[in-house]
């Protein structure tokens, strides 16, 4: 089984509905971030945490909200989805010592009409 | 603006040349890692090289670090189809989690 998995990997919703994102991980790892990726371009960071009490914001946090229930539950949340929302999501994990290498989820396309 | 960028953000080989791709950075560095990214999936990390470190040798990869030049170059030897695929740099600043470049894109021709 992967050892980061994102639910669901394909979403079509419509612009002003509320989406969760879920991501869950068995890799034991404290620290866990949202990423985006739009066609051709890279990652930017929506939101992250280093363990459940610890959210912290990332460069592109508006309009995302996060939770994170359990050591290995982070889910990511848009309230009133719009089009500009449309991309490739990915969850990732890291443990709490360095250098911090980081394990991908497989992604979830998302894409708002 | 991005920490690490990569260039070229294309590259075209054939089967069994070497594809090397660069990548530059603004701030000073913890350690920089390198991602591969085949089409619409997750990330897969290949490699890390510390700030102290100068050269590390991983398989075919063969990556190297410049830090007064804030500067690192990703080299895949005797590549494959298989290597096709977007390749990503990513500087850990210290500042509690990594950014990642926007990446070069490789197509190895069979």
């Known amino acids: 089984d992967a050892d980061v998995t994102q639910t669901p990997r394909n979403r079509i919703t419509k612009t002003g509905k509320r989406i969760m994102l879920e991501c869950s991980q068995t890799?034991?790892?404290?620290?866990m971030y949202w990423y985006r990726q739009d066609p051709g371009l890279g990652l930017r960071l929506i939101y992250y945490?280093?363990?459940?009490?610890?959210?912290n914001k990332g460069e592109i946090s508006d309009g995302y909200s996060v939770s994170r229930q359990a050591q290995a539950k982070f889910s990511l949340s848009l309230e009133s989805a719009i089009p500009n929302q449309t991309a490739l999501y990915f969850c990732?994990?890291?443990?709490?010592?360095?250098?911090?290498?980081?394990?991908f989820g497989p992604g979830t396309r998302l894409t708002v009409t | 603006s991005q920490q690490g960028e990569e260039d070229p953000q294309a590259l075209s080989i054939q089967e069994g040349e070497n594809a090397t791709m660069n990548c530059s950075y603004k701030?000073?560095?913890?350690?920089l890692q390198w991602y591969r990214q085949n089409s619409g999936r997750g990330l897969v990390h290949l490699i890390l090289?510390?700030?102290?470190?100068r050269e590390k040798h991983s398989g075919r990869l063969r990556v190297t670090l410049d830090t007064s030049k804030k500067s690192s170059s990703l080299l895949i030897t005797a590549s494959r189809a298989a290597d096709t695929a977007s390749y990503f740099c990513?500087?850990?600043?210290?500042?509690?989690?990594?950014?990642f470049g926007s990446g070069t894109r490789l197509q190895v021709q069979p």
């Open positions: 990732a994990t890291s443990d709490n010592t360095g250098p911090y290498e980081q394990y």
């Open positions: 090289i510390r700030s102290n470190e």
């Open positions: 990513a500087t850990d600043t210290g500042r509690r989690a990594l950014t």
């Open positions: 945490s280093f363990d459940v009490k610890d959210i």
């Open positions: 701030t000073s560095i913890n350690n």
């Open positions: 890799k034991g790892h404290d620290r």
